[in-house]
């Protein structure tokens, strides 16, 4: 079984801060991870993803996330935040090769960047 | 290529009456999803087809929510004597296999009146 919980569902930081959006996980098998953007009144959108691999991966948008597998983390980071930033980001996991399970979403994090 | 599409992007309906919202995945996508996002709120997991298999309908709330996948292609979402609750936006995902990236559509908002 798997889960996912993403700590805070609201974070606000100013324009230029570190952004730091917290994910962890549960999964009985190694996993897949996802985080995913939604702007205002739009669709879900993928931002980066971990399969397998380097543990360190890049996105769009200048984002980045670390897989520690020991921590069982996937926190999203962006050294320095912009106005445009502001959405709701959604930290998600699969079993990267289970046909019988489906993606689990967070329940989702609100980022607000303050001038 | 073209993403995923939903029709209507807006639906307005009387409580009581029954609505059809309409997903086009990816071409050669397998799997899809439909989730429900109220306002403000996470997703809420629906109902999941993929390939021939038996869908996955554990997260439909009520059995007045159904979902056909034609063809493994377009899919339905019907709800039948719709409610105040029902009232959100419904999202549809399509992915090229169970457990890779999903690729969502734009959404179709309902409101029920």
């Known amino acids: 079984a798997q889960s996912v919980t993403q700590l805070g569902s609201h974070v606000s930081v100013s324009e230029g801060a570190l952004v730091l959006l917290r994910c962890n996980y549960s999964s009985s098998v190694p996993p897949y991870l996802f985080w995913y953007v939604q702007y205002p009144n739009q669709g879900l959108q993928l931002l980066l993803k971990?399969?397998?691999?380097?543990?360190l991966v890049k996105g769009i948008n200048g984002f980045e996330a670390e897989f520690k597998k020991s921590e069982t983390s996937f926190h999203l980071t962006k050294p320095s935040a912009h106005m445009s930033d502001a959405a709701e980001y959604f930290c998600a996991v699969s079993p990267f090769y289970s046909s019988a399970s489906k993606i689990i979403f967070g329940s989702g994090t609100r980022l607000s960047i303050r001038p | 290529g073209a993403g995923v599409s939903q029709s209507p992007s807006n639906k307005v309906t009387e409580k009581g009456k029954d609505v059809e919202l309409r997903c086009d995945p990816i071409s050669g996508h397998t799997a899809l999803y439909w989730y429900r996002q109220s306002l403000g709120q996470g997703l809420e997991f629906l109902i999941y087809?993929?390939?021939?298999?038996?869908?996955?309908k554990s997260g439909l709330p009520s059995d007045r929510f159904s979902a056909e996948r034609t063809g493994g292609s377009v899919s339905t979402l019907t709800i039948q004597r719709t409610q105040q609750e029902d009232s959100a936006v419904y999202l549809c995902a399509s992915s090229f296999r169970q457990g890779d990236e999903q690729y969502f559509g734009p959404g179709t908002r309902l409101t029920v009146t």
């Open positions: 087809f993929q390939g021939n298999s038996a869908p996955d």
């Open positions: 971990y399969t397998t691999g380097a543990t």
